[in-house]
């Protein structure tokens, strides 16, 4: 299927691995031009060379801090006309209420909320005039599945969920349309990251963490980031125009909701 995407303008965020990554490709491959976005130079030139070698695409390196008003200046002055936006961040730490400070709270409102938002707010008027939009916000399964210990993610994320909702009322009507990918226990950083948590916590070892870690999964496997970054191009495409202001559980079939 051709997606309808060839020389569209994307801007990816949080992109030199993981599953901002894995969308970055995605999208290249079906013909975007991507800038991708970090804050690691080294790592993020790496990730912009993997994709042109796997893709042929045109890929603009971006360096930029997307929490900060500046960063975001930076790159949208990178690409000032976007076609495609897919927000992404890393996510806020595990714990419980007692575990996260007034810093905590302030840096995944930061990260998780505002910054999309306000990216948000920069690339809606410019797509609206030209009658072309996709945003994609990367959240977490965990907003419609909370967990004790991802309170501060589930939090900030909902309120994400919560402007876009609302706003994609309006942008629709101009072919601008509002989605949310919600992962869970994809393979990524992100796993390893957990998985280790869990080894310091209750001494198993890594190969037992990630195991547990598929076990939660109803398909009994992590996920693949290609097939994250697939389902991502797909929202982007010329073809899911009349699909706005909904929620795409990736999960391996783990969400135990009708709705």
């Given at each position: 299927?051709?997606?309808?995407?060839?020389?569209?303008?994307?801007?990816?965020?949080?992109?030199?691995?993981?599953?901002?990554?894995?969308?970055?490709?995605?999208?290249?491959r079906?013909?975007?031009?991507?800038?991708?976005?970090g804050?690691?130079?080294?790592?993020?030139?790496?990730?912009?060379?993997?994709?042109?070698?796997?893709?042929?695409?045109?890929?603009?390196?971006?360096?930029?801090?997307?929490?900060?008003?500046?960063?975001?200046?930076?790159?949208?002055?990178?690409?000032?006309?976007p076609?495609?936006?897919?927000?992404?961040?890393?996510?806020?730490?595990?714990?419980?209420?007692?575990?996260?400070?007034?810093?905590?709270?302030?840096?995944?409102?930061?990260?998780?909320?505002?910054?999309?938002?306000?990216?948000?707010?920069?690339?809606?008027?410019g797509?609206?005039?030209?009658?072309?939009?996709?945003?994609?916000?990367?959240?977490?399964?965990?907003?419609?599945?909370?967990?004790?210990?991802?309170?501060?993610?589930?939090?900030?994320?909902?309120?994400?969920?919560?402007?876009?909702?609302?706003?994609?009322?309006?942008?629709?009507?101009?072919?601008?349309?509002?989605?949310?990918?919600?992962?869970?226990?994809?393979?990524?950083?992100?796993?390893?990251?957990?998985a280790?948590?869990?080894?310091k916590?209750?001494?198993?070892?890594?190969?037992?963490?990630?195991?547990?870690?598929?076990?939660?999964?109803?398909?009994?496997?992590?996920?693949?980031?290609?097939?994250?970054?697939?389902?991502?191009?797909?929202?982007?495409?010329?073809?899911?125009?009349?699909?706005?202001?909904?929620?795409?559980?990736?999960?391996?079939?783990?969400?135990?909701?009708?709705v």
């Amino acid at each position: 299927m051709d997606l309808g995407i060839t020389g569209r303008k994307a801007i990816v965020c949080a992109s030199s691995k993981g599953l901002g990554l894995a969308c970055a490709t995605s999208l290249a491959r079906e013909g975007a031009v991507v800038f991708i976005n970090g804050r690691d130079e080294s790592r993020l030139a790496g990730a912009a060379e993997t994709i042109r070698a796997q893709t042929g695409a045109q890929v603009t390196a971006v360096v930029a801090d997307i929490d900060t008003e500046d960063g975001r200046a930076t790159l949208l002055a990178a690409c000032p006309e976007p076609d495609i936006l897919v927000n992404n961040n890393a996510g806020p730490p595990p714990g419980k209420l007692d575990d996260w400070s007034y810093d905590d709270w302030m840096k995944g409102i930061h990260a998780n909320m505002l910054a999309p938002i306000f990216l948000i707010k920069a690339v809606v008027p410019g797509m609206r005039a030209r009658k072309w939009g996709r945003i994609i916000n990367i959240t977490s399964a965990m907003v419609k599945s909370p967990s004790p210990t991802m309170g501060l993610s589930t939090a900030v994320r909902t309120g994400l969920t919560a402007l876009s909702k609302s706003l994609q009322r309006d942008t629709v009507v101009d072919n601008v349309t509002i989605n949310n990918l919600l992962p869970e226990r994809f393979n990524t950083d992100r796993q390893k990251f957990m998985a280790e948590r869990q080894v310091k916590l209750r001494g198993i070892t890594l190969e037992e963490a990630y195991a547990e870690i598929a076990d939660t999964i109803a398909a009994k496997r992590l996920g693949d980031p290609a097939d994250f970054g697939d389902a991502c191009a797909y929202f982007c495409s010329a073809q899911a125009s009349f699909i706005s202001g909904q929620n795409l559980q990736l999960d391996g079939g783990s969400y135990r909701g009708l709705v």
